[in-house]
Structure formats: C-alpha cells, structure tokens
C-alpha cells in the first residue's frame, strides 16, 4: 500500500539534509509520495522530522501520524538503515541545489578527540565510507565533502588522488587538520580543484603555526597562491581566542569563520555575550578587516575594549 510521507527539516533549508534526501529516495523507490510537511493541512501516513543541532528549536506542530525523530539533535546515536544510508539522494526535494553540485562523505569519523566535536563518539574512529564516483552522479562534478578528517586515513588520501585524476571540483566544508598536511599531501592538495577556498581548522593556539606551515606548503606548488578559510572554535578564553583570531587578519588571503563553543550536553546553554560579539566581529568581513576587535562598536556606546577591562 502506498504511503504519503511528509519531511521536516529543523535546522531549516538553508543546508541539504542527507538523512532526508536519502529517506525521500527509498520511499519514492517504493512508490511512496513525498513531499515538505504542511502542518495542519497535510495528511501523513508518516512524518521524518530531522534535527542536527541540539540547539535548533524543535517542531511544534502537531501530525496525526506516527512520527520518526532522528539525527544528533535528537539521538546521538540514530543512524538509518543501512540500505537507505547508501542510497543517492533525492536532490529534487532541495530545488536550489545547483544541478553540476553534489553532496557527500567519503570518510566517517575521526581520531581526534576534541571537546566540542560528537563526531567521534557518534561515528568512532576515521574509516571508508563511500567512493568518490558514488557521489558525483548526473553529472554533479562540483562535490561538496563533510569529512570530518579525510587526511587522517590512507583511504581518503586515495579518494584525493582521484578526485584530482577525475577533475572533479571540490570543497572540504568541514576543514582539513593542517597538523596531517606533509610535503606530499601538500603538493597533492596544490593539485586539486577547488570549488572555493581551502578550508583548515584552527581551535587552537598551537594550531596558528601549522595551518600557517600547511598554507606556505601548498602555495609552494602552486602558480597562483590559494586562498584559505580558517575554521575558528571560541572556546571561553577571551585572550586567547582574540590572539588567535585576529592572527590571521595579517593575511590577505585569510578570512576567518568563527563560532562559540556549544556543550552538546546542555542545550541550554547561554552563550556569552563577548563571545557572540567576537564571532560577529571575525564573521563580518568589513569589520575584520578594518578594524580591532578591541575597536568593535557592535551595540550604540559600547566598544569591545570594555570586555577586558571587566
């Protein structure tokens, strides 16, 4: 018997939910239709509803249908199906996805242990997930990747090399670790075509030098210096993040994307009001290119300098 299957999206539709596109495809495949829940005037026979982040508000919305709750805004440890979690997603349910652009994970997990990341105790240690070729259907040539850490494994160093052989153009949006980055994965990566900047991860102090080592090492391959996204946690340690973060404004080819640490275990969280501050300050190009942080005005009669005064 055929269902009528509704989606929700919690974290919005500004980013494809995987877990959503491939659910849509398995039931389609069994003749189901699909489509975005309507709340009130939609009739279900079942509703996915699909939280990431624990702080994304929750649907409120009643459906009088049996409802399926997943992704680690809800359960830590929910996954799909195996024979759905490899099915090619339904891009049709996401309209403004470009047709030349895809999405995907060569690799799952990863071997660091950094506290503000659930990707090892959700996802264990890095390991071979898909081929690349599995990933650029249709001709959907421009992969964006979610890696967590595709250079900590010989087998994403093997998905590199092919990426470069097929020509695929491609994006690591969750950033490489720079302190993996030798001379020959340098000159690897020299080689890759890349949708847009290189992105690197940099939570740390002691991670300043070798995104800094990696960046020079690749440039050295390189015709035309590459440009680079730098990853920043703020992590409550408001000198220190302000080092860090303002490191890289002596770089013309370095823009920064900075965000407060948020505990996975509580939800609740407030986040520090210097700490929103200085995410939009880093964020916000024209402000972290001209000035200090410290010179930041993000309220009428309030400068950031008062923050270390306190």
Same mark, same amino acid.
């Given at each position: 018997m055929k269902q009528r299957i509704g989606l929700i999206d919690i974290d919005g539709h500004n980013f494809p939910n995987l877990a959503l596109m491939r659910l849509s495809a398995w039931h389609k495949a069994h003749g189901d239709s699909v489509e975005w829940a309507i709340p009130m005037f939609g009739e279900y026979d079942r509703v996915y509803a699909s939280k990431i982040f624990t702080f994304s508000p929750d649907f409120t919305d009643n459906y009088d249908c049996e409802i399926v709750r997943g992704g680690t805004g809800y359960d830590l440890h929910a996954v799909l199906p195996s024979e759905i979690d490899r099915l090619q997603p339904?891009? /049709?349910?996401?309209? @403004?996805?470009?047709?030349?652009?895809?999405?995907?994970? #060569?690799?799952? &997990? !990863?071997?660091?242990? !950094?506290?503000? !990341?659930?990707?090892?105790?959700?996802?264990?240690?890095?390991?071979? $997930?898909?081929?690349? =070729?599995?990933?650029?259907?249709?001709?959907?040539?421009?992969?964006? +990747?979610?890696?967590?850490?595709? +250079?900590? !494994?010989?087998? &994403? #160093?093997?998905?590199?090399?092919k990426i470069i052989k097929r020509g695929y153009r491609v994006d690591f949006n969750q950033a490489l670790d720079a302190r993996l980055v030798t001379d020959e994965i340098a000159k690897m990566l020299a080689k890759v075509r890349w949708l847009s900047h290189i992105r690197f991860g940099c939570d740390t102090p002691k991670q300043i030098g070798e995104c800094e080592r990696a960046m020079q090492m690749i440039d050295s391959y390189c015709d035309t210096p590459r440009s $680079?996204?730098?990853?920043?946690?703020?992590?409550? *340690?408001? @000198?220190?993040?302000?080092?860090? +973060?303002?490191?890289?404004? &002596?770089?013309?080819?370095?823009?920064?994307?900075?965000?407060?640490? %948020? =505990?996975? *275990? =509580?939800?609740? @969280?407030?986040?520090?009001?210097? @700490?929103?501050?200085?995410?939009?300050?880093?964020?916000?190009?024209?402000?972290?290119?001209?000035?200090?942080?410290?010179?930041?005005?993000? %309220?009428?009669?309030?400068?950031? /300098?008062?923050y270390f005064n306190q």
């Open positions: 339904d891009y /049709s349910i996401y309209p @403004q996805v470009d047709k030349k652009t895809a999405y995907g994970f #060569l690799t799952r &997990g !990863c071997p660091n242990k !950094c506290k503000w !990341c659930v990707v090892p105790i959700k996802e264990g240690a890095v390991h071979p $997930y898909m081929d690349v =070729d599995e990933i650029a259907i249709d001709g959907r040539t421009n992969l964006v +990747l979610m890696d967590n850490n595709i +250079l900590a !494994c010989d087998y &994403g #160093l093997e998905q590199i090399e $680079y996204l730098m990853y920043a946690m703020i992590t409550g *340690n408001m @000198q220190e993040d302000y080092e860090r +973060l303002s490191y890289f404004r &002596g770089f013309k080819r370095v823009r920064v994307v900075a965000q407060p640490f %948020r =505990d996975f *275990n =509580d939800p609740k @969280q407030v986040i520090p009001q210097w @700490q929103k501050d200085m995410a939009r300050w880093a964020m916000r190009r024209e402000f972290w290119t001209t000035m200090d942080f410290k010179d930041f005005k993000p %309220r009428k009669g309030f400068e950031c /300098s008062e």
